[in-house]
């Protein structure tokens, strides 16, 4: 259920004694955390607070299974303009972090869909960097919590066309 995926969360990420989760674990509200983010805002206040949202539309997509698409998209609209405009607004125009410029730095910007290989493409990347301390990178994950659907489980041969798929739980 949704609350055990929370506690493992929760639980999982202050192995470095951090407990940068425990505010919105607690239910903390979306404007609440943003009040609270210091100015620039703490690299954990800002995945604390998109965590949350994550894990809130989550939920309400939860509660929609059986919603149209429409509803769906609805509701995602509303809590989006809810949570994340406040907090685009709030920092719009400006940088949370000094602009690296002239110092050979790269960053690598890496969209993950479900990718259980991601940390070997991680790895790869620090170990062919000519100076690893010059790579930046940036992740976006996007990870199922529970009752997941693949949808891009190949059964056909490889070399074989039309490439066939099929829907599978994870």
């Not at 009040?35 to 997509?61: G, K, N, Q, T």
């Not at 609805?74 to 410029?101: I, M």
């Amino acid at each position: 259920n949704a609350a055990s995926g929370e506690r493992a969360a929760a639980a999982g990420a202050g192995a470095g004694g951090s407990g940068f989760m425990s505010a919105h674990a607690e239910g903390e509200s979306a404007e609440s955390m943003l009040a609270r983010m210091s100015d620039p805002p703490a690299m954990e206040d800002v995945i604390s607070y998109l965590d949350a949202f994550v894990r809130r539309i989550h939920r309400i997509f939860l509660e929609k299974k059986d919603a149209s698409k429409f509803d769906v998209y609805e509701a995602y609209r509303a809590e989006a303009e809810r949570v994340l405009l406040p907090f685009d607004r709030q920092w719009a125009g400006r940088t949370t972090h000094p602009v690296r410029h002239g110092e050979g730095s790269i960053f690598l910007s890496i969209a993950s869909y479900r990718d259980h290989r991601l940390e070997n493409t991680l790895k790869e990347a620090f170990s062919r960097a000519q100076d690893p301390n010059k790579l930046f990178v940036g992740v976006v994950m996007q990870n199922c919590f529970e009752k997941c659907k693949t949808g891009v489980h190949r059964v056909s041969p490889l070399g074989v066309k039309p490439v066939r798929t099929e829907i599978s739980d994870a």
